[in-house]
């Protein structure tokens, strides 16, 4: 099974820009992998950002996006609030088979 | 409202079965795929399963094939996860969450599973 890779932890300062990247280990991804990208607080459930690469939800801040980048799916955080201190993982789609990423834990600070 | 409510959770024996039911209000399960996400506490999400729209079609991480079934009763709008030979590290807290053409927009509560002697 796929291993996807992401950043353990980052540190990004109110009002700035961060960019969370999420990287396979069968090679680039692609849109084909269909990326997802969630956010999740402590005691909540996981809730979606991003999905296929850079749509959003209706919920999604504006001031998130999604995108190929170097051969991996990134997630930009441009203009970073004090609550969006959370961890952050991808998902890519193998084929049917979904895996998760281990998780970017992001603080703001 | 949709709301997925994740039930049947417990301790059970290293070697045992578990069955977990997802029940979905607000909306028709059949209508989507939907798919079972688990996370021991404290560390990552972990994909487990996926059913698709019509229920013909089914996938499971490695870790669970031919342990883990998944499937669904459309009367009841229930999805279920069939837990068998249960081991130590199917210790997880397990989520249903609603998938395309949702697009992963509702998850449930979840439901601690604990497989200890």
């Known amino acids: 099974q796929a291993v996807v890779t992401q950043e353990p932890s980052l540190t990004v300062s109110p009002g700035g820009t961060v960019t969370l990247t999420c990287g396979s280990s069968?090679?680039?991804?692609?849109?084909?992998?269909?990326p997802y990208w969630f956010q999740q607080k402590p005691g909540q459930a996981p809730r979606t950002l991003i999905y296929?690469?850079?749509n959003k939800h209706s919920w999604t801040p504006a001031r998130f996006s999604g995108s190929l980048l170097g051969g991996k799916a990134a997630l930009t955080l441009s203009g970073a609030q004090p609550e969006d201190e959370a961890d952050y993982y991808c998902l890519l789609n193998y084929s049917g088979a979904r895996v998760f990423g281990g998780g970017t834990k992001l603080t703001v600070l | 409202e949709v709301q997925l409510v994740e039930s049947g959770g417990g301790l059970v024996q290293p070697g045992g079965s578990l069955r977990l039911s997802c029940a979905a209000s607000g909306f028709t399960l059949s209508n989507y795929r939907m798919h079972w996400v688990r996370q021991v506490p404290g560390k990552g999400l972990v994909w487990v399963s996926r059913l698709n729209i019509d229920g013909s079609s089914t996938t499971y991480a490695d870790s669970v094939k031919g342990r883990f079934t998944i499937s669904r009763d459309n009367a009841l709008n229930t999805l279920y996860l069939q837990m068998n030979s249960l081991r130590a590290e199917d210790t997880a807290v397990y989520y249903c969450?609603?998938?395309?053409?949702?697009?992963?927009?509702?998850w449930g509560q979840g439901t601690l599973v604990t497989v200890s002697s």
């Open positions: 969450a609603r998938g395309y053409p949702a697009y992963y927009d509702s």
């Open positions: 296929d690469t850079s």
């Open positions: 069968t090679g680039a991804v692609t849109s084909g992998h269909y």
